[in-house]
């Protein structure tokens, strides 16, 4: 009860979709959430099925589920308090599938945070480390890309964002090894002259690479409260007209 009171007390919420490694528990993760407290943000997240001590089966349709599940927890308990989504890596994608059908049923969120995200699954496979010692073999699309695309799993951001309609934001670190720099600008290319943002801010956030932010440490700037204060302001005022 302390908590459902709290969320509708006179303070931005973000729900927190993270990345494909650990838990919502994980030390970077915390470290973000405290960051983003101490900005006057109430931090709502969760351990998709099969993370943590989520019980099922992960899949992308199951993930997305959960994330709307949240999202419209959040909603019912938070009154008109502003309502933002960040992903981070993988959970951008959860993010963007859940900014699409929040768009397409008519109940956007207030504005909509990518860090570190990819196109889609596909290229983001290619691009991983993991497949580096791989990737120029003959049959790689064959023997380990199709398998991705055929059981399902695709994270479409570069196609989400084309039925995204509200304010996003897109930050990343140009030394990130995992989900490569050149794929969160080509979002952004996609995204920034799409007509369902032509009455929304889209704005790219680059972290130079002698920073050090890499994959997971954009928390530590020093400008990240400054850039969310001018971002979500101006979202807040889209929200109002």
Known sequence: ????????????????????????????????YKVLSSLGYHVVTFDYRGWGDSV????????????????DWIKARSGD???????????????TNLVRRLCER??????????????????????????VIYRYFPGFDWFFLDPITSSGIKFANDENVKHISC?????????????????????????????????????FVPFHSDLGYRHKYIYKSPELPRILREFLGKSELERQH
């Open 1 to 32: 009860m302390w908590y459902e009171d709290a969320l509708a007390s006179n303070h931005p919420i973000i729900l927190y979709l993270h990345g494909n490694a650990g838990t919502r528990g994980g030390d970077h993760r915390v470290e973000l």
């Open 56 to 71: 099922g089966t992960p899949s992308e349709r199951g993930m997305t589920y959960d994330a709307l599940h949240v999202f």
């Open 81 to 95: 308090n502003p309502v933002y989504i960040w992903g981070h890596s993988l959970g951008t994608g959860v993010a």
């Open 106 to 131: 008519e109940t956007p969120p207030d504005a909509l945070i990518l860090e570190s995200p990819f196109t889609n699954i596909r290229e983001e496979a290619k691009s991983h480390p993991f497949s």
């Open 167 to 203: 304010p996003l934001l897109i930050l990343h670190a140009e030394d990130d090894p995992v989900v490569p720099f050149h794929l969160g600008r080509k979002l952004y290319n996609i995204a920034a002259p799409s007509r369902s943002f032509r009455d929304f801010k889209v704005q």
